[in-house]
């Protein structure tokens, strides 16, 4: 079934390939008798044991048709209750943790202390820190602070608004009210 060139074809080939190989019997040898790996077969037999082969081809191409189905199935299923699932398991061990035998009941193990950190693992992890912030340039309160920004030029030109009338109602104190003694203070 499989040629020289194509090593492996499809299973459409495949499938194509046994077809012909039915219909040309059928058609050109009708009466033929064949041996064939040592084994005796007359055309109708061949063709019935071809046939066997097409159903059999024909059974795992709509086998896998349902497994892709079910697969995309369990995918949106999983993508739907997966972080409810995880979360039910976190919750169950943080429940359970000293009781690893109630535990097993969900089918669950207690979760693992982390290792003690050595001083080398921390005075790495201090020192990839400083480099990644060095990196990123980020600063802190006070480094900010101390970072301003010169503009040069730009002009400014105050806008000075029309100075309304005070209405005719209002006392003439209240003019007074706006000296410096009364705003510095």
């Known amino acids: 079934m499989s040629s020289i060139i194509d090593r492996k074809p499809s299973k459409a080939a495949t499938f194509a390939q046994l077809q012909a190989l039915v219909s040309g019997l059928q058609k050109q040898l009708p009466n033929g008798s064949f041996t064939l790996v040592s084994t005796a077969y007359t055309t109708p037999a061949l063709v019935t044991a071809l046939q066997g082969l097409v159903t059999a081809l024909a059974a795992v191409d709509t086998a896998q ?33 000293n009781a690893p035998d109630t535990l097993a009941v969900f089918g669950l193990k207690p979760r693992k202390a982390p290792a003690p950190r050595t001083a080398a693992q921390k005075a790495a992890t201090a020192a990839k820190a400083a480099a990644t912030r060095a990196a990123r340039g980020t600063a802190g309160k006070k480094q900010k602070s101390a970072i301003t920004g010169d503009v040069t030029g730009v002009t400014i030109i105050p806008i000075k608004a029309p100075v309304a009338s005070p209405p005719a109602a209002q006392p003439a104190t209240t003019a007074l009210d706006v000296s410096p003694r009364h705003g510095g203070q």
């Open 65 to 97: 048709a349902g497994v892709k189905a079910a697969l995309a199935t369990w995918h949106t299923e999983e993508a739907k209750m997966g972080p409810t699932v995880l979360a039910l398991k976190r919750t169950l061990q943080s429940m359970y943790a």
